[in-house]
């Protein structure tokens, strides 16, 4: 098998661990909100999203209008518009068009985050790996959940959840440590989503994110904006 | 409603949203303002979605401090992430059993 394919995979590793149980939870609520097991595993599988999902289960549990399912979607979804632009700056060569139209599908929080830390660029094998691994276990958790979700002690369930969090904490921090700029940018984020949080609490997650992350990165770019060479990927 | 239609909008709107800009943005970035943006923007998401949200996923503040605290100072000595993900699961884990 292909070598970056198989370097995808095991990058993919904690994505799919981490994913097991963040969507054994969302199997749980998925047939408390009066769907089949396979009915939430279809929509784990065609969306791959952790908070779009939980916010679609919302509105059809309510028998919601349609128009209000796009518009939700689009809010809570739009910021992978940003992550899709920002990796679009780092693809190999090999990322013809069918590879775009097919690696899109798997632009997550975590797969971003784990591809906006590769130092070389990216290759449709690589993404494909790890999409592939991180699916499975999103797609796996949810049938389980859905399926068995009162067997799990929920101290085992509730401590899995931070899992997730962990990955992005191991991915800001050690560059944030080399750059100044990197950590100014991260306090200044974590900073403005804690305003929204406690300030502005009708601001929707998904809105508040896109407004933290875009002020504080506008910010850094006029105080401390890049040279050169180390391009826009991180 | 019937419950496909449902899941085929949510799906579809989530696709549109990254396949568009992935797929129909070729133009290498000149402008040095929007490259340096790029460069950021990456920490910053992943900052706004950590804080404070990371403190609500455990069922206890404590527990979820505790998993946070073990996962910066692994994170500091660059650990794997696989290390740093699990420990703090773990040490919310143990923390909740004493709690």
Sequence with gaps: MNHRFLRGMSDGIPICLGYLSVSFGFGILAVKSGLSPLQASVISASNLTSAGQKAGLDVIAAGGAIIEMILLQLTINIRYSLMALSLSQKLDRRFTTPHRLMASYGITDEIFAVCSAQKELLTPAYMYGMILVAAVGWVTGTALGAAAGELLPSSVSSAMEIVLFGMFIAIVIPPAKKQRSVLIVIAAAAAISVFFRYVLPMVSDGFAIIIAAVAASVLAAVFFPVRDEEGASP | ?99
Excluded: C, Q
Aim: net charge positive; no cysteine.
């Design chain 2, 1 to 99: 409603m019937s419950i496909a239609v449902y899941i085929i909008v949510m799906a579809g709107v989530t696709y549109l949203i990254r396949m568009i800009p992935f797929t129909f943005f070729r133009r290498k970035i000149n402008s040095r303002f929007f490259r340096s943006f790029l460069h950021y923007i990456p920490y910053a998401v992943l900052s706004a979605m950590t804080v404070p949200a990371i403190f609500y996923t455990t069922d206890n503040i404590w527990t979820a401090a505790a998993g946070t605290a073990v996962a910066v100072v692994l994170a500091f000595f660059e650990m794997p992430l696989i290390v740093v993900a699990l420990a703090a699961s773990g040490a919310a884990f143990l923390l909740g059993l004493f709690m």
